[in-house]
């Protein structure tokens, strides 16, 4: 089994783009036994039974039995495996829905979860050892609030990428942590199942968002409420008197993370506001928010909506590597992301 092989199938199991998947080379792809190993781990069901979706198989499987077959330089001494030939003849015969059909319904992605300074060359050969995440997400849905929370967006990638760093490690480790927009809740499921939180409350307003969210937490046996709390939390509204502020007490929040909660101008307002009750309650909160500046002017208009509040903002130092370097959370990164670390005016002396 090679290395190359396990990215591959890294990068698989989370759907990343049949065009930006890493190919093994040639000389593995002619391989028997490669080519056993890859069926077993990207496309038996009882072998890996949360696989993806059976439109996204057959796109990999149709260009990969290709360069397979490019690859043969000898048919009497190699040949394409029975087992694959067998399989995407089985999923091309199936009375699929429409591809418009099934995007919309719920798929298995699952994310490794290693630290981005892990080489290739060092990564544990033995599968059952990776640190992973699996989500059931709707990646192609908004609901009728408007939220794209179905699915797990660069920024958050970005932010688990840096929380998995030594630096990044020490904010949530023991720590009581609390997500806006939490979305899928792969943040906070990172936090509470692999960077040893103490405890996590994971928020989004939206109600459908949050029940797929509670779904997502039963798949990695996390939907025991002493280690994460889900809920609705709607920003700008009053947290005093609320289960907000309850929580808080029973468990006193260390840090807040946020992906891609900067992106609507309109909902800046109201975040800033939350981020103040918050402060109040907890003047020696962290917050941690991590965003894709798709609008350099939407990104400007919350650094200066933090700044009039008389916030202390610092720009975490954290550059991602490109995709064709990343070994694991596989994330675009044309778009500019950016960490910012900000905390209270009263806490303005401890940055």
Request: charged fraction near 25%; proline fraction near 6%.
């Amino acid at each position: 089994m090679d290395l190359q092989l396990l990215l591959l199938r890294r990068q698989y199991l989370q759907l990343v783009e049949p065009d930006f998947l890493a190919w093994p080379p040639n000389s593995l792809l002619r391989d028997a036994n490669a080519q056993s190993w890859i069926y077993k781990r990207l496309f038996d069901p009882e072998r890996t039974p949360r696989l993806p979706p059976a439109h996204y198989q057959i796109r990999v499987l149709k260009p990969l039995l290709a360069k397979i077959e490019q690859s043969i330089d000898d048919p009497e001494e190699d040949e394409i495996s029975d087992a694959l030939m067998s399989h995407f003849s089985s999923l091309i015969a199936r009375e699929l829905p429409p591809e418009t059909t099934a995007v919309q319904q719920k798929t298995y992605v699952t994310f490794s979860c290693l630290p981005p300074s892990t080489s290739l060359s060092a990564l544990s050969e033995e599968e059952g050892e990776e640190p992973t995440v699996t989500l059931l997400e709707r990646r192609y849905l908004i609901s009728g609030s408007q939220t794209t929370g179905f699915r797990t967006w660069e920024a958050a990638l970005h932010l688990g990428s840096y929380l998995m760093t030594p630096a990044g490690r020490t904010l949530v480790r023991g720590k009581s942590v609390l997500e806006l927009g939490a979305g899928t809740g792969f943040l906070s499921i990172l936090c509470a199942k692999h960077l040893q939180a103490k405890h996590v409350t994971s928020t989004d307003g939206d109600e459908g968002v949050v029940e797929s969210l509670r779904e997502n937490l039963f798949l990695n046996e996390l939907d025991d409420e002493e280690k994460v709390l889900t809920s609705i939390l709607r920003w700008g509204r009053a947290i005093k008197g609320t289960w907000t502020e309850e929580d808080c007490e029973a468990w006193p929040y260390d840090v807040v993370v946020g992906a891609d909660i900067t992106y609507d101008k309109r909902a800046i307002s109201a975040l800033i506001a939350t981020l103040r009750m918050l402060f109040e309650m907890r003047p020696q909160l962290e917050v941690i928010i991590s965003g894709a500046v798709r609008k350099a002017e939407t990104f400007e208009t919350f650094r200066y909506a933090c700044l009039h509040s008389q916030f202390v903002l610092e720009e975490v130092d954290f550059q991602p590597k490109p995709m064709r370097e990343q070994i694991a959370l596989f994330y675009a990164t044309a778009v500019p992301l950016k960490l910012l670390r900000i905390i209270g005016p009263h806490s303005a002396g401890n940055i």
